[in-house]
């Protein structure tokens, strides 16, 4: 099957890791290539304008050395690609998504505050890449290596999806996930409860509100706009549960036992063109338990 590469960005920490041994799995799963790219940090006084003379020799990185070592002792490794970039991490890694398949992540890295649950590059590339990125969280502590990937193939695939606007992209490489991984697909639909009504002085409350009308009508919509994709992914089962309240809470909640949570970027709107995580994807990734997929949207969306 030719597909794109699955892209495992490190620096050797335990979270980069982690997050190699996903890449791997990702890619064992596509038959893709695995690429690993190590971005070396330019110092503080170096000028990012001044270009080197060519790029970083990957044979002389000794991060990408301590990598080779590791897979050394790995079985069926797919076709793999070692790459040695020089620069900002938090602006090279995002730039890797215009030619890859995933990005995947450790949630922090070698730099920053110990107590950071999320790193800034981890963030930038989720914020900013044009592929899914997937943010695979720290081990728990006390774990001495990197969980295998397979530990959480017996969980299901879990997306977060709002009814009133679904994001196309994000469904599909829902259902296409969950394919590739057993066939099991969660869908959380949340809706607003209670509901926030204003009142001017003077004027009469509205109706009270049926909760089970509007659960009954989010369901309908859901229901509405999953039908293509269950068509295209006949082999997947799907489980729609339609909850009240925080959405971010109901996924991280989810995260605990999901292989695999997937939730969507938000799209740019006229009055704020800057790309933007939103609120419930910045809270999923911070809090999930579990490795997180952010989707950008599909080309022409995000404008």
Same mark, same amino acid.
């Given at each position: 099957m030719s597909t794109q590469p699955v892209v495992a960005a490190v620096d050797g920490s335990e979270d980069s890791l982690c997050a190699l041994e996903w890449a791997l799995d990702a890619?064992?799963?596509?038959? @893709?290539?695995?690429?690993?790219?190590?971005?070396?940090?330019?110092?503080?006084?170096?000028?990012?304008?001044?270009?080197? @003379?060519?790029? *970083?020799?990957?044979? =002389?990185?000794?991060?990408l050395e301590q990598v080779r070592a590791h897979l050394a002792k790995q079985d069926a490794l797919p076709a793999v690609q070692y790459v040695a970039l020089e620069g900002a991490p938090g602006a090279l890694l995002p730039e890797l998504g215009a030619t890859s398949g995933l990005l995947v992540l450790g949630s922090r890295g070698r730099g920053g505050f110990a107590s950071l649950l999320l790193g800034?590059?981890?963030?930038? @590339?989720?914020?900013?890449?044009e592929c899914p990125v997937v943010?695979?969280?720290?081990? #728990?502590?006390?774990? =001495?290596? *990197?969980?295998?990937p397979s530990a959480a193939d017996g969980g299901p695939v879990v997306v977060g999806?709002?009814?009133?606007?679904?994001?196309?992209a994000t469904l599909g490489f829902a259902f296409a996930e969950a394919a590739l991984r057993g066939g099991r697909l969660r869908i959380v639909a949340a809706y607003p409860w209670p509901l926030q009504t204003?009142? $001017?002085?003077?004027?009469?409350?509205?109706?009270?509100?049926?909760?089970?009308?509007?659960?009954? =009508?989010?369901?309908?919509?859901? =229901?509405?706009?999953?039908?293509?994709?269950?068509?295209?992914? #006949?082999?997947? &089962?799907?489980?729609?549960?339609?909850?009240?309240?925080d959405a971010a809470g109901h996924l991280v909640e989810a995260s605990r036992e999901a292989a695999l949570v997937i939730i969507g970027r938000h799209r740019?709107?006229? $009055? #704020?063109? @800057?790309?933007?995580?939103?609120?419930? &994807?910045?809270?999923?990734? $911070?809090h999930a338990e579990s490795p997180?997929?952010?989707?950008?949207?599909?080309p022409g969306e995000d404008s």
């Open positions: 890619a064992r799963r596509r038959e @893709a290539t695995l690429r690993i790219v190590h971005v070396r940090q330019l110092a503080p006084w170096t000028q990012p304008e001044v270009l080197a @003379a060519g790029p *970083p020799d990957p044979g =002389e990185d000794p991060v800034s590059n981890s963030l930038a @590339a989720a914020r900013d890449a943010v695979v969280p720290r081990p #728990a502590q006390g774990d =001495e290596a *990197p969980p295998a999806m709002n009814a009133d606007s679904p994001d196309e204003w009142m $001017l002085p003077g004027e009469m409350p509205p109706p009270d509100i049926d909760r089970d009308a509007v659960e009954h =009508e989010t369901r309908v919509l859901a =229901e509405g706009f999953l039908a293509p994709h269950r068509e295209r992914h #006949a082999g997947v &089962t799907t489980e729609v549960v339609v909850l009240p309240g740019r709107r006229l $009055l #704020a063109p @800057a790309r933007m995580m939103g609120s419930v &994807t910045q809270a999923v990734l $911070l997180v997929a952010v989707v950008p949207p599909a």
